[in-house]
Every structure is written in structure tokens, then in C-alpha cells.
Nanobody, 121 residues
């Protein structure tokens, strides 16, 4: 019914930048929130940033001032601009969205398959 497809991951040197994108498609009635999580090897998945309807955003302390989340409502897309990347940002980044599909009476959480971000010299 709903698919989240991420793109934009890759290998970058410390101090570099990457921009992740995630497009939601399917029988979508409304999207309440979109965000990004990440999971490094041997660690639990953690919240990186979220953007709800309007201008409300949240950032993990570890990425504040370096990462920026934004949404294109017309395209059902969320972006994560990552600047000043550090080796500790290396992880698989997952897109997450709270979506109400058509004819449903409540929203549900959906996940993308993940995109690898590696920060290394």
C-alpha cells in the first residue's frame, strides 16, 4: 500500500556533506510526520530528526547544527541535509513516516529499507 524509498547515501570524507531523500508513494491520504533514524553496527536504532506538519522539527543533540530536515509536501518527500559529517555518523539511515492510507481511520508507521552512509578518510 505504501512504500518509502531512500536515496543519497554513500561514502564521504570527514567534514563533507550528503543529502538524503525519501519519497513516500502509494494510497496515501495524509502524512502526519516524516523523519530519519540511523543504526550503526552493534548499536540500537536511534532517532536523528523528525518533521511534523507545519514547521515543527526535532533533532538529536548529536546532529544539531549540522543536519537539517525538510519536507516537500507536494512530493511526499523528506530530505536530510547532512553537513560537517563525522566518522561517528556512519550508519544505515532509515526513513520513517506516520501515514494514513486512503479509507483508513488511523495512521500507521512505515519504514524505508535504509541507505548506507559511511564517513571515512
Amino acid at each position: 500500500q505504501v512504500q518509502l524509498v531512500e536515496s543519497g547515501g554513500g561514502l564521504v570524507q570527514p567534514g563533507g556533506s550528503l543529502r538524503l531523500s525519501c519519497v513516500a508513494s502509494g494510497s496515501i491520504s495524509s502524512i502526519n510526520a516524516m523523519g530519519w533514524y540511523r543504526q550503526a553496527p552493534g548499536k540500537e536504532r536511534e532517532l536523528v530528526a523528525t518533521a511534523t506538519s507545519g514547521t515543527n522539527t526535532y533533532y538529536a543533540d548529536s546532529v544539531k547544527g549540522r543536519f537539517t530536515i525538510s519536507r516537500d509536501y507536494a512530493k511526499n518527500t523528506v530530505y536530510l541535509q547532512m553537513n560537517s559529517l563525522k566518522p561517528e555518523d556512519t550508519a544505515v539511515y532509515y526513513c520513517n513516516a506516520l501515514i494514513r492510507v486512503r479509507y483508513a481511520d488511523r495512521s500507521a508507521t512505515y519504514w524505508g529499507q535504509g541507505t548506507q552512509v559511511t564517513v571515512s578518510s
